[in-house]
């Protein structure tokens, strides 16, 4: 199952484990990314806490976790290669995994009908 | 977009190229087309990236003698600027501060100045109030193009003659596009050229060149992503009406002439303040511009603090450029830090959201520039 939220994230639920990326119109609206901060592995999250620094050439912005959770894996790749993010924000550049409690949580966000007509 | 912003003649052309628009020093200016900043910034240093540079102001300075009057309001030696030749030059105030950094050229008959946007309704009310034997002339029938990089030459050359213009030098070319002036010059870091060009036939110019194989659009973005490797102010950031040129390591700039025991010396606003420091050493805490390379890999932009170790309480410094330098492939700054600390080598802290980091300072050019001497 995948969702969007209104801040341009996909959370990609399979178990109990959501992994979180940026969409492709995140990227576009970024431009070039040159540098990325991610949360530790470990780290206990909560919804809207600011987790994840993007840096673009144009400027910083902040992605908020979109559910509470455990952080249990991160994308190093894209520390390392932050472009990636600019060639594959759906697919292999994704941001981190975290590990829930509570799948209800998702439920809040749009399908992809609906996040394709917000930003059409 | 704000009904009240200015456009270029290049409007409609931006838009069709598919530019992003932002407001910019009263214009609507392209910040990036199609291929984004980083690609446009490559591509600039690889081949050649053609710049709507419109919202700049072009003036002449018409009288008897207007090189020499224009030394009144600038510590640059103006009287020595050989014929079709350039110099870049600035305001400065009673404080020694800059007002705004131009490029002077002495064509047949006047001086042709070209001025920041932000700046050009200062500039001018500056240059009337300050000149006294000069007329002052706004051109506004033409536009400003820039072109710039490696292979710029080979694509201006199947149009003009321009092989034979030495850096900083430029001619008036007569051709189907009117009487266009062309200067070796630019604010990349690259060879180039800067086109002024009647507003009715830049268009047609434009896609001209555009439509040569070495040549991109390329906006605003990585106009200052170029500028800030080749190690170039951009004012209102890097340089203002608070920063001397001891302080903004723009001495080079300064003539002799102009200096202590020179010509001419003295004679400018600020130059009590201004010129005994060029004589002197620095006092340690006054200020200097330096390059700051962040030995990390996020950005640290202007307005980031930086302080003198990890923990001491205050700032000693603060960032006045910073981006990513898509050539030298890491973040890249400028800013101003005392002058016992700006030494090459020097470790200093730049404060990021709530951290601090490790930052070097570093000479400028981040890059060495390709200036065709």
Redesign the interface.
Known sequence: MIKFTEDHEWLSLDGDIVTVGITDHAQEQLGDIVYIELPEIGTQVSKDDEVVVIESVKAASDIAAPIDGEVVEINEAIIDTPGKVNEDAEGGAWFFKVKIDDASQLDEYMDETAYKDLIA | MGENLLKTPLHALHLELGAKMVPFAGYEMP??YKL????EHLHTRQAAGLFDVSHMGQVLLEGDNPALDLERLVPQSICAIKPNRQRYAFFTNEDGGIEDDIMVTRRDGHLFVVINAACKAADIALMKAGLHSTDIVEITDRALLALQGPAAETALARLFPVERLAFMEGDMFPSDWGNVWISRSGYSGEDGFEISIEFDRAEDFARTLLAMEEVEAIGL?ARD?LRLEAGLCLYGNDIDKTTDPVQANLTWAIQKARRAGGDREGGFPGDRNILPKLSQPAADEDRRRVGLKPEG???M?DGVQLFENDKSPDPIGVVTSG??G?TVGH?IAMGYVPARLSEPGTRLWGEL?GKRQPVQVTPLPFRPSNYKR
């Open positions: 910040v990036q984004g900043v980083m690609k973005g992503s890999r996020a950005p932009r981006a990513f898509p973040p959201r």
